[in-house]
């Protein structure tokens, strides 16, 4: 298994996928970094982020990129589209209807507050309206995409219809070797290659990588950074002082054209940062989360509780940017609903108390294990309430 799998250690979903190794289309199991719920949360999965894709035949890996799915797009009936995923149709483009076979979209009548109708006209100019519905249904309001016409848009999972074969099928894998390919599998089983001509704006690995190094010429720590493309997807590995320079980096990297997606190996800088110190630096800039549970892990910030500013994440990653972090990972929930009932700030200790709907917490941190019981009393005293959580954190 290739070196990148200690990257991807969750797995997402499985897709058929056309496999280079075993010049079939096999069951290919996908690993994403994060947790993402493809089938509630499409929206929230953001674009051109890695996917590990393992043929679970032969082994074989590759990189996928989030966007280059067609079942990972939102329902793609929100704007009437060439196929169920991209381009919005206007009058004079063709498509591939399965009982009409090829039309032309002859009008687009989009009404406020539904789908838009289109009018379709065959090769018989017999004009025909179709009203989509929120899904398709059955083979009436299914559109294709064409190719090789529609190529460089091909999404795998597409549906599509072959111009130059006639037949209908679905892209099942894509390649971006010097040039871009669909690989489709046509309704009588067989493979088609489709290439997609070879434009002047279609960038190489070569340029996509010095592209990137000439970006990055000026930067502090350039002389750390090792950068590779291989199918246009980029290979960053660097050492880094604080999480600061890591999104200094993320941003120029976002920003290369063509650029699939990238794969990030940051090392930080050696240090004795601890979780506690994460906390109390959020205290100082007077960020409060009420329930907290922060760790520091791997140079990776785990950062979880409930907050009653909107503004809180942004506050968070402004708050740690000077801090040796490659990553911050934020599951902070708004509830305006909380109450501050009391704050005591000392030296030697710091106690705030909260109450959420009938339950009262306790955060803040202190010197000893006795000072964190006497907290309950205070909490008790404060609101008269049983119903307590203590979260102080006991920091010598």
Request: proline residues 4%; glycine residues 4%.
């Amino acid at each position: 298994m290739s070196t990148d799998a200690s990257l991807f250690p969750l797995h997402f979903w499985d897709s058929e996928i056309f496999c280079e190794k075993c010049e079939q289309i096999r069951k290919f199991k996908i690993f994403s970094q994060e947790k993402y719920d493809k089938n509630y949360s499409k929206s929230e999965i953001p674009l051109n982020t890695p996917l590990f894709c393992k043929c679970t035949h032969c082994e074989n890996t590759m990189i996928c990129a989030t966007n280059e799915f067609a079942e990972l797009k939102e329902d793609p009936t929100f704007g009437l589209c060439k196929i169920w995923g991209m381009g919005i149709l206007e009058a004079g483009d063709w498509v591939y209807h399965p009982k009409e076979k090829l039309c032309v979209v002859d009008g687009v009548n989009r009404i406020s507050g539904s789908l838009p109708q289109i009018v379709l006209k065959n090769k018989k100019n017999k004009k025909m309206e179709i009203q989509l519905e929120s899904l398709p249904s059955g083979d009436h309001n299914i559109f294709y995409r064409l190719l090789p016409q529609d190529a460089p848009q091909a999404l795998i999972g597409d549906n599509v219809y072959h111009t130059e074969t006639k037949q209908i099928g679905i892209v099942a894998g894509l390649k971006f070797n010097g040039g871009q390919t669909i690989i489709i599998k046509l309704e009588d089983g067989t493979i088609e290659r489709c290439h997609c001509e070879k434009e002047s704006h279609y960038l190489t690995d070569e340029f996509v990588e010095k592209n990137v190094k000439w970006r990055c010429k000026d930067l502090s720590y350039s002389h750390n950074l090792q950068i590779n493309s291989h199918s246009k997807v980029l290979y960053v590995n660097c050492l880094l002082p604080n999480f600061n320079a890591v999104c200094e980096l993320e941003k120029i990297i976002y920003s290369i054209p063509q650029a699939r997606c990238f794969i990030m190996h940051v090392i930080m800088e050696e240090t004795d940062l601890r979780s506690e110190d994460l906390y109390k630096e959020l205290l100082r800039k007077d960020i409060y989360i009420c329930c907290n549970r922060i760790e520091f892990k791997n140079s990776e910030a785990y950062i979880a509780g409930f907050c009653k500013d909107r503004d809180t994440p942004q506050k968070i990653h402004k708050a740690l940017q000077k801090f040796p972090i490659k990553k911050i990972n934020l599951d902070i929930k708004m509830r305006p609903d909380i109450k501050n009932i009391k704050t005591i700030n000392e030296n030697d200790k710091f106690i705030k108390i909260s109450k959420i709907g009938k339950k009262v917490h306790i955060d803040g941190w202190v010197k000893s294990e006795k000072e964190k019981k006497k907290a309950n009393l205070k909490a008790f005293f404060s609101c008269f309430n049983f119903n307590i959580e203590n979260h102080i954190w006991v920091i010598n």
